[in-house]
């Protein structure tokens, strides 16, 4: 699936089916932008990530969810973009299931030739 029949199918997902994707995958290992590797379990209405030690509940995630879907403009790029607690967990998982897709890295600007003529 490319990326655009990927965001097609997730838009036709109601938060319902989203969550019930997400429990799908619990177990599946993740990784965030700093590449730290990660899982989680789901039970009731909250997210356990194993490397934190408190959950993520399932408000939380709808309303990123809500909010990336909503966002046409793609102001949101990345997990600080967010908004919401986790947010690095979030971003990994919505990234993977392609329910966002990252702007390439930017690359840092040269530095500029240091003028000769100022000593």
């Not at 997210?47 to 879907?69: N, P, W």
């Not at 919505?94 to 690359?107: D, H, I, S, W, Y």
Request: glycine share 4%; proline share 5%.
């Amino acid at each position: 699936m490319d990326e655009k029949q990927t965001q097609a199918a997730n838009e036709a997902l109601s938060s319902e089916e989203f969550w019930n994707r997400l429990v799908s995958c619990q177990e599946q290992t993740f990784y965030t932008e700093k590449k730290l590797p990660f899982t989680y379990q789901i039970r009731g209405g909250e997210m356990f990530v194993d490397r934190r030690s408190k959950s993520i509940t399932k408000a939380t995630i709808l309303k990123a969810y809500a909010r990336v879907l909503e966002d046409h403009e793609r102001v949101i790029c990345g997990p600080k973009k967010l908004n919401c607690f986790g947010a690095p967990y979030v971003w990994a998982i919505f990234r993977e299931l392609g329910v966002v897709t990252p702007r390439p890295a930017k690359t840092k600007k040269a530095e500029m030739p240091q003028d000769s003529s100022r000593t």
